[in-house]
């Protein structure tokens, strides 16, 4: 079965430096998230993709935050200057429609550590 | 304001049946997803009701009632690896879709 891969599964960096997570979607699919979440607490919003651009986005995803799709596979997400706050399990997600029966498909997450 | 309430959580019996609600007060209404996740790993999808009434997928069901904003999730034969936390989330009118903390729960034997 299809899945959606992310890389690295584990990040740490320096506080104030840049990350870029990295997230594959399922090949046929049309809708790409983001979402956060900090140990111990709910699954937040960051934003939705669509046909190369942003259709949605959270309060969270601030000036600090950039998404990507770079190529016709890769869909990034770029957090310039991170905070110790930052640290989250980070998940990518795609749908192939934007239809109100079609579940997101998570990827594994990628594990922010912020030192 | 959005709000999605569910249990914090709950404790059960391997081989028993279990309930976990969920009520849900968002800016529009376009369906209703149950997700599991084990500690550490992604949420994985379990159902989807978009009409009022009961959904049954194997040892799992749910059920929504859209006038009264509640979902139900009904997970029957309980098995250890049923211990998770159980995701209630709601896409709103502009298909986001909006989530409540999890319920966390715990399978004894």
């Known amino acids: 079965e299809p899945e959606v891969t992310q890389t690295p599964s584990h990040q740490v960096t320096q506080m104030g430096q840049e990350v870029i997570l990295r997230c594959v979607p399922i090949s046929n699919h049309l809708y790409f998230y983001w979402y956060r979440q900090i140990l111990g607490q709910k699954v937040e919003f960051l934003v939705s993709f669509y046909n190369n651009e942003i259709s949605e986005k959270s309060e969270i995803f601030d000036d600090q935050f950039s998404v990507e799709r770079p190529d016709g596979s890769n869909f990034t997400l770029k957090i310039r200057s991170t905070k110790l706050e930052d640290s989250a399990m980070y998940f990518c997600a795609s749908s192939q429609l934007l239809s109100s029966n079609q579940p997101q498909h998570f990827g594994d997450g990628t594990r922010l550590s912020i030192l | 304001g959005q709000n999605i309430d569910q249990p914090t959580e709950m404790t059960a019996t391997e081989g028993a049946i279990v309930q976990i609600n969920c009520t849900y007060q968002?800016?529009?209404?376009?369906?209703l997803f149950w997700y599991q996740q084990h500690a550490g790993e992604a949420p994985t999808f379990l159902s989807y009701?978009?009409l009022d009434g009961l959904e049954e997928k194997g040892r799992f069901s749910s059920f929504l009632s859209r006038s009264k904003g509640y979902s139900y999730l009904l997970l029957k034969e309980l098995q250890m690896k049923d211990s998770a936390s159980y995701l209630c989330a709601v896409t709103d009118s502009n298909y986001q879709l909006i989530w409540g903390a999890g319920t966390k729960l715990i399978i004894k034997p």
């Open positions: 968002t800016s529009g209404f376009n369906g």
């Open positions: 009701n978009v």
